[in-house]
């Protein structure tokens, strides 16, 4: 039986979820929702229909998981519940400090429908959360360590976006080689705020702009740069086009940890991501949980979920028989 | 409440799980058992019993789950389901292409007795296996690869000890760089399988062996060597014992893949291991997994189940609103 899948918001993650469903002969897209004035909207499967979602009553027969691509800090707060009353639904809500709240109210109105949420889908939170759960339930004595990058950062870009002078910007978040030598090699190393990452700046400033003036301006800004080592380069719209429009993300989650009567064993558990196109990756994770949250609801489960609480079987479409076989 | 562990055969991986025992606080060691005479083992932890495994039955009410620690040739073929009659157990079966028909074994016994069965357990099968699972799931276009090492190959030095001439040997089974840039680049590469890993040999031969036989023979053994760039090093025993006394080992997963309408973005997932000591590490693996079969077992599940089948959130001591503020 085909998964019918339905997209809410059709921005870089819409669009990557409807491409991934491509990507997976047990599904298929059955409708695109917008908040806009659905003759606006051409997305790019035939035959699909793009509905406002003051429609989405009507199809509650006709989609199976409904993935929501709206952003975490104004959209998902309200639509993650808002939709569980209607259908199972996957979000990539990635405020960490908000997911516990966010959590209940999704597991509220989930109960009280008898549907499926999956929340915070994704890989940050997502799979680097797994690893965290997996490397400390094995090393339980150690340390965990993040890092993330070399990516866009497209909050550190928007900022650099507000300094008077700039015309557009885009910012990347670099892992610092020497920390991520340093965690591997099992000596538990502090590491500050500045040893961890580095963030390099590529800006287009206005003709006759304060070259000097908006790089002072960018390397001083607290919170988004005042804690790192920053390189700010100058270069010209073209450039940034040509060589920047990309949207490349990944990073690294390690456990370190000592087993043995004396403590005397070192091991290190990596998992790293490198990833050309951070929204249709996410999206990829969100389309395989998908599928996890119509298992569960044909299991009869319902209520909130996190990507912590799925057996790992329930995202392959592949039998239980055929996943001990294969990759067991 | 403490979950009580007992533990069945006390060799590397017994002790491994004894001393990972200590390190979770929830957990306590409740017996050891043997075939041998009790009598004539000697266990680190003060206290606790050690029994003849036919005394087992009299500890049903002692033993919340039994980690078997038996070898996979001729021990858990039997042991894990004539163990899984009266316990909930977790074993480390690792012969790949017997998997089914252990899990069919298991299943048929845990569904009689009610109780939870969970094998493979460890880190290949085990943690490797998840991470194909995973990033299969996620990326469903694309190819996976699994790597081992740099590590102690027990089997491969084994099969040096029986070449006559030879007093002892170690084998180390190495990724090859190369193998691993190509594999990284995304360019999704077809390995032989000596162009994947290296086989370095330590070798102590007996006094006036003819060593240029000795490595000829080694360097030619079919199934063994004869697919692999195999090098030979002849030392001391004492070099042997002071340098290679170890059981490290490691390896890599790696999941490269693409996405987009057009399959324009690459993507590489990739989990690593360097482990100083293996039995340790796999043990550490049994533990976490001895606390999800109790987990289960009071759920009321029961049958066999593979890691593929276990919720993340029951490997940690940690409650699920602990994990989601704390790791997700």
Redesign the interface.
């Known amino acids: 039986m085909t998964i019918r899948v339905g997209i809410f918001g059709y921005g870089n993650l819409g669009r990557?979820v409807e491409?991934?469903i491509?990507?997976?002969p047990d599904m298929k897209l059955a409708a695109v929702f917008t908040r806009r004035d659905p003759s606006t909207l051409k997305i790019?499967t035939e035959g699909v229909p793009v509905l406002n979602i003051a429609d989405a009553e009507k199809m509650v027969n006709d989609i199976d998981v409904m993935i929501l691509c709206g952003g975490s800090a104004t959209d998902l707060p309200t639509q993650t519940p808002e939709t569980v009353k209607l259908f199972n639904v996957i979000d990539s809500f990635d405020t960490?400090a908000k997911?516990?709240e966010h959590?209940d109210a999704v597991d509220t109105e989930a109960k009280k429908s008898g549907k499926v949420g999956i929340i915070?889908v994704g890989w940050d939170?997502g799979?680097f959360?797994?690893?965290?759960?997996?490397g400390?339930?094995?090393?339980?004595?150690g340390k965990d360590y993040t890092f993330w990058g070399k990516g866009v950062s497209q909050g550190h870009s928007d900022a650099i976006r507000r300094v008077e002078g700039v015309i557009d910007a885009k910012q990347y978040t670099i892992p610092v080689d020497e920390a991520l030598e340093a965690v591997?090699s099992g000596a538990e190393p502090e590491l500050t705020t500045r040893q961890k990452h580095l963030r390099e700046c590529f800006v287009v400033a206005k003709d006759g702009a304060d070259k000097a003036k908006i790089e002072k301006e960018i390397k001083e800004m607290p919170n988004y740069f005042a804690d790192y080592d920053t390189t700010v380069h100058f270069i010209t719209k073209e450039e940034l086009d040509r060589d920047h429009s990309g949207i490349p993300h990944g990073g690294f989650v390690i456990r370190s940890g000592k087993?043995?009567?004396n403590k005397?064993?070192?091991?290190?558990?990596?998992?790293?991501?490198?990833?050309?196109?951070n929204p249709?990756?996410t999206?990829?994770?969100l389309v395989?949980y998908a599928?996890a949250a119509y298992r569960l609801s044909l299991d009869g489960v319902s209520g909130c979920k996190?990507?912590?609480?799925?057996?790992?079987?329930y995202?392959?479409?592949k039998s239980?028989?055929e996943?001990?076989?294969e990759?067991?």
């Open positions: 990557g491409s991934a491509r990507q997976n790019k960490h997911i516990p959590f915070s939170p799979m959360s797994l690893n965290r759960l997996y400390g339930a094995i090393l339980s004595e591997r087993t043995g009567f005397e064993h070192n091991h290190i558990i990596e998992y790293s991501l490198k990833l050309d196109s249709e990756f999206a990829s994770v395989a599928r996190t990507v912590l609480d799925i057996p790992p079987a995202l392959s479409a239980g028989k996943l001990r076989k990759l067991l």
